[in-house]
């Protein structure tokens, strides 16, 4: 059902992902929004969604919004690439605030910027096989080729902190090398563990080539239209932070602070059978 | 709660798996016992239990559990080693039929035949943060050091069907080079994907160590157990196969085929909302 709150201003805006790679997205809205309070949720219990089908991820994502809706969020921010490709129009659906996904941001950058009008995308199996970088990116201009690569093993590796490592140089040439030989200008990574692995690929892309990061892209859509809906936080006192997660994996709070880059204080397993 | 059912000769072997990583422990039992029916059940949808806390995975267990149940399975085999390790009460507490886990069988041949005492053990980080493999060999032989080393690439590169490849290799000497140096001569494979890498797995561990496939020693216990039971299928009509999922994922088909060694040919998807 559509929850019939109006949001205000003080709220915090509310984030959420399959797991821990959207710290990296919240990583870049406190960067960009210094002032605003985050409630960020992550699926621990159920990630990966990438290789999920879309009828799961479909009736995840209601669940997923549903714990932010709780929260009174003023907007909902989805930092999951695979939520975003498959399943964007059910949060739209059943959120009364502003909703972002993290799709259409880098499309817009890279559709907007590209020289040679080959863009590359790389993400997860889900991702990918969904086609939505190619199609919001064609939706901005269908003159581009996309040249869409799955990286599958780009989340453990960024999981395992492997982001200075010869294997990682490796695999990271093998799925970029060809996309670069095929002439891209702009690299799309269109998966939030990837920024992790900025150096890398970006080694592997070349200097020729930019790296269109979607947390960034995101964190500025976002300061736009909080600004454009008179919804920027005003308080002078800091901001607050929520972090919530459906599980408490191993190794989760190693891997969540790389992520995010910065302690991760708290963090609360939410109570519901849902998610179990 | 126990079913009251009595186990049958002509009825199937049960087998589960959090995903598709049992179809090797299928594969083993289909080449020890081609004559046994098999009901394999691969909890795709909510793959991997291996990062997940104990409690999570053992709410999941009895939800797979019940599931072989219903199809009236002679014994169940746990071809989950994450399961094994921390949630085979679970099954046996709730199992009217024989149960056997993927880790007593590897742990009991390697520490019969280990001469050095030092026996190597990768899995995933759930199974080796669980010391389910150390205690197991433990209740052996309690003079045997265990080496155990989490190897979380593994199970993404074994589904990326890079078992001959150079960054497999690196990854491979990078996890198990301190092992052998060590001086282990035995390492167990304590992850049901890691037949698929066996070779680079034996390669980086040398020639006077040997590997103990979980999934080998296991289908032999099973093959043991069925005849001391009298549980063994006397039909002479070719054994049937059934594969259910709770999901099908991205590239299940070609996933499965590889780790199976044969066709796919009927995969059901269950209808339970448990698993969504």
Chains 1, 2 share one sequence.
Not at 60 to 70: M, S
Request: proline fraction near 6%; hydrophobic fraction near 40%; charged fraction near 25%.
């Amino acid at each position: 059902m559509k929850h019939t709150v109006t949001p205000h201003p003080s709220q915090a805006i509310g984030v959420f992902d399959s797991g821990v790679g959207g710290l990296t997205v919240v990583r870049a809205l406190i960067k960009k929004l210094p002032n605003e309070s985050i409630v960020y949720f992550g699926d621990t219990a159920r990630v990966p969604y990438g290789p999920k089908s879309s009828d799961v991820v479909r009736v995840y994502t209601r669940q997923d919004t549903d714990v932010l809706l709780k929260h009174y969020v003023k907007m909902i921010v989805v930092a999951c690439n695979t939520v975003s490709s498959v399943a964007l129009d059910v949060v739209e659906k059943q959120s009364p605030v502003p909703v972002v996904g993290v799709i259409e941001p880098a499309a817009e950058i890279a559709a907007r910027r590209t020289r040679t009008k080959r863009i590359g995308v790389i993400g997860t199996l889900g991702t990918i096989a969904s086609s939505a970088y190619t199609k919001a990116i064609h939706r901005h201009d269908p003159s581009v080729t996309i040249e869409a690569q799955p990286c599958p093993l780009f989340v453990p590796l960024a999981e395992e902190g492997w982001d200075n490592h010869e294997a990682t140089r490796l695999i990271a040439r093998e799925y970029i090398g060809p996309l670069v030989e095929k002439g891209i200008d702009m690299l799309v990574l269109g998966c939030t563990h990837y920024p992790i692995l900025k150096n890398i690929i970006g080694e592997a892309a070349g200097s020729a080539v930019t790296l269109i990061d979607s947390a960034d892209a995101t964190a500025d859509v976002v300061a736009d239209l909080l600004a454009g809906h008179s919804l920027l936080r005003t308080e002078s006192e800091p901001a607050e932070y929520t972090f919530l997660v459906s599980d408490v994996p191993h190794k989760f709070r190693e891997i969540g602070e790389r992520f995010l880059g910065r302690r991760l204080d708290r963090v609360e397993k939410i109570d519901d059978t849902h998610f179990t």
